[in-house]
């Protein structure tokens, strides 16, 4: 069966059982939804999403332009491809037909060319190449018979395009877009296809031989095959080239190839149902995996090869193939208090509320100097400053961290079950006291993977106090006291410095509590 009936029959089967170099913090991810017909927006300041964008009928493969400023997303069904503006989350102009079947897509360096693989019936051994600054096809290629992952050389002079039912890899001269040399055989069934960063290898998966063949560009041959996972499908490469990301879509796993060496390093990493794209941010802190067979999106941190944080939830069927993570276009300041939503490097001179379908996010020395309160959407602070508290109640979500600074207070307080997302404070400072009050979110304060995120420092009091969800506290420097009272969600109170007293009295499901140091340690907690 080849890699399209066979996800057909996997949408089918979906719908009948029915019936997503600056910091990665300042990026968003755009995951194609193949049976929802849209894409989902994660912030992955916060890893919540922030908008979903209607497209074509069946998008599956994505590609972000370099500057960040369009995605582009290949609609199956339609035969088109819809360009999305994120500069305001939209899809702009009309769709641009292609031919059968578009599937994977890719950008050139420069960002003046995309190249659509066409892997449909009729002309499914095509490649169509669309200029961008008219957004319009100018010319065809002819290469295997379904054609799937496609990718672009970091110099942007060559473009290796996997098709399926050949087992070859073929290679066009972006020049002239033509196809250069003979067909490069590789494994069987070709579909993911990434280049390393100094353009000296190609990673290509093959669908039904479950490996990935390793082609040197110098000479268009095999050198290695590495074998992975079940039915891998999409392929990454870290920034720094050190490392090759495969998703196993029938494992529900992604291995982990060492380029210095072409072979599998470590366990496979659990992931979610049936992952298929895959994505690695521009620092290669983390990857995200689009996990089409339960509608999430998997997080994981590169410097420990484990899943952080809860699923996102996205729409149904993502599939996200190819380089789906894009900077928003980074603005100085909000224009008002009331109105941010955006990324902002910049300062504001003033307070700022954050309400629903907001996502406000400062990076990079961006301050606020006034209190920030939400009251819904998202909040994020990496390597940022409010000068005076941050308060978060009732509604949103929020990452604070790794870098933020908060003059004086940090309270967050009665946050819903609803709230989803995963809520952090980690690699902070806040120069007064932080309370956690009456929550019914998960919360993390703290990190218990300091490979990832840090602890805070706290200069005032920690209190933690009747909250009903998860409350993990790790690894903080609490300059007065830090107490724990009257929880009854999961705690967790490990490796804290507490100044005076440590209090951990009346908690229902303490998990652990040990490692930590003060003077005066009272009640649960050692």
Do not use: W
């Amino acid at each position: 069966m080849n890699f399209r009936a066979f996800r057909l029959l996997t949408i089918a089967s979906f719908v009948t059982g029915f019936l997503g170099s600056a910091p990665s913090h300042a990026q968003n991810a755009y995951i194609t939804n193949s049976v929802s017909n849209n894409v989902s927006v994660i912030a992955t300041a916060t890893n919540t999403v922030i908008a979903t964008i209607p497209v074509g009928s069946l998008p599956v493969g994505v590609a972000a332009t370099p500057d960040g400023s369009r995605v582009y997303i290949a609609n199956e069904t339609d035969s088109t491809v819809s360009v999305i503006a994120t500069a305001t989350n939209t899809a702009i102009g009309s769709p641009i037909a292609v031919g059968s079947v578009p599937f994977g897509v890719a950008v050139t360096p420069d960002g003046s060319k995309v190249y659509v693989a066409n892997a449909g019936s009729g002309n499914g051994t095509t490649v169509s190449v669309i200029a961008t600054a008219s957004e319009t096809v100018i010319d065809t290629v002819t290469v295997g018979t379904s054609p799937h992952g496609v990718a672009v050389t970091p110099d942007g002079s060559k473009v290796y395009v996997a098709n399926f039912l050949d087992g070859t890899v073929s290679v066009i001269a972006t020049a002239t877009d033509t196809v250069i040399g003979s067909p490069i055989a590789v494994g069987s069934s070709p579909v993911g296809v990434a280049v390393t960063p100094d353009g000296s290898k190609v990673y290509v998966g093959n669908f039904s031989d479950d490996t990935v063949s390793v082609i040197a560009t110098a000479t268009n041959t095999v050198i290695a095959t590495v074998p992975v996972g079940s039915v891998p499908l999409g392929v990454a490469v870290t920034p720094d080239g050190s490392k090759v990301y495969v998703a196993n879509r029938s494992d529900g796993t992604v291995s982990v190839i060492a380029t210095a060496t072409d072979t599998v390093i470590g366990s496979p990493i659990p992931v979610g149902s049936a992952p298929e794209g895959l994505a690695v941010t521009p620092d290669g802190s983390k990857v995200y995996v689009a996990n089409g067979g339960n509608g999430t999106v998997s997080v994981i941190a590169t410097a420990t090869n484990t899943v952080t944080g809860s699923p996102i939830t996205v729409g149904s069927q993502p599939g996200a193939f190819g380089i789906f993570i894009a900077n928003p276009m980074v603005q100085s300041a909000p224009p008002s208090g009331k109105l941010c939503n955006g990324v902002y490097d910049g300062t504001f001179a003033g307070s700022i509320t954050v309400s629903a379908g907001q996502s406000c996010v400062f990076v990079n020395g961006g301050e606020v100097r006034g209190n920030i309160t939400v009251l819904g959407g998202n909040l994020g602070l990496i390597g940022a400053a409010v000068d005076v508290s941050v308060t978060v109640d009732g509604g949103g979500s929020f990452t604070l961290g790794p870098g933020a600074t908060i003059g004086v207070n940090l309270t967050i307080a009665n946050l819903p079950a609803s709230t989803t997302a995963n809520n952090s404070v980690c690699g902070s400072t806040v120069r007064g006291n932080l309370t956690v009050n009456n929550n019914a979110a998960a919360i993390e304060i703290g990190s218990n993977a300091p490979l990832v995120c840090a602890g805070n420092k706290i200069g005032g009091n920690l209190y933690a106090q009747a909250n009903t969800a998860s409350v993990q506290i790790f690894d903080n420097s609490v300059g007065n006291n830090a107490t724990a009272l009257r929880n009854t969600g999961p705690l967790d109170v490990v490796g804290n410095k507490v100044r005076n007293i440590l209090q951990c009295v009346g908690n229902t499901m303490l998990i652990m509590g040990g490692g930590n140091t003060a003077p005066i340690k009272q009640g649960q907690c050692s």
